[in-house]
């Protein structure tokens, strides 16, 4: 099995995507306005599935910075992580556990983190290939607040996904390349990623 390695070029523009989407979010949470200060939840125990292989190789960057001791550490709650939350989906539950990667609330790798954990919170609309439009409500707190402000959830602003995922889209079939179209479809939380290693070419679809 051979790794998928991030070329510095693909590397930067993840980078520079990751930021527009922070970008984005911002303009929309000072709108509403929503702030993460004093919130008694924490989003990183929110159940979130990713999708790419960029992505992932992304986050291995950041994991192969970490010092032996803090890498042990995430390892052992990534695969905590993952026997309970197999567990819990066992029995029907949506699983609701705190990161592995969450160190005294905050994400440990926030410079790699990825693509929902950026854009989780505001409300935010999608448009799809074939012209539907989706919406997302964002958070539990950004809903009491647009309740609150907004005479319907409509009229409330909303960050623009829709070309942030078709820049990552385009980047992860460059990522890819003759691979693009071959590989398994991917829906790994990120202690799975964190578990199973970086990507490989010859990654069996995971369970």
């Known amino acids: 099995m051979k790794e998928l390695f991030l070329p510095p070029e693909l590397s930067y523009e993840i980078g520079e995507i990751y930021e527009s989407m922070v970008t984005a979010y911002d303009e929309v949470a000072r709108e509403i ?3 993460c200060s004093g919130c008694p939840d924490n989003c990183c ?3 979130f599935l990713h999708h790419t292989y960029c992505e992932w190789a992304y986050l291995w960057e950041g994991i192969r910075a970490l010092d032996d001791d803090r890498l042990d550490r995430i390892m052992q709650r990534a695969r905590d992580y993952a026997v309970k939350s197999r567990q819990l ?3 029907g539950e949506r699983p609701q556990l705190m990161c592995p990667l969450n160190e005294s609330g905050r994400c440990g790798l926030y410079a790699h983190r990825l693509m929902i954990c950026r854009t989780h919170g505001v409300p935010a609309a999608l448009t799809r290939p074939d012209g539907q439009l989706l919406r997302f409500p964002g958070c539990f707190r950004c809903q009491e607040i647009v309740a609150d402000r907004y005479q319907d959830a409509a009229d409330a602003p909303a960050m623009d996904r829709t070309v942030l995922y078709q820049r990552l889209a385009g980047l ?3 990522f890819l390349g003759e691979r693009h179209g071959c590989m398994p479809k991917i829906r ?3 202690a ?4 199973n290693g970086p ?9």
């Open 33 to 35: 306005p929503l702030t």
């Open 89 to 91: 989906i066992a029995r």
């Open 192 to 195: 799975e990623m964190i578990v």
């Open 199 to 207: 990507p490989k070419s010859s990654t069996s679809s995971p369970t």
């Open 188 to 190: 790994l939380t990120i």
């Open 45 to 47: 125990d929110s159940y």
């Open 172 to 174: 992860e079939a460059r």
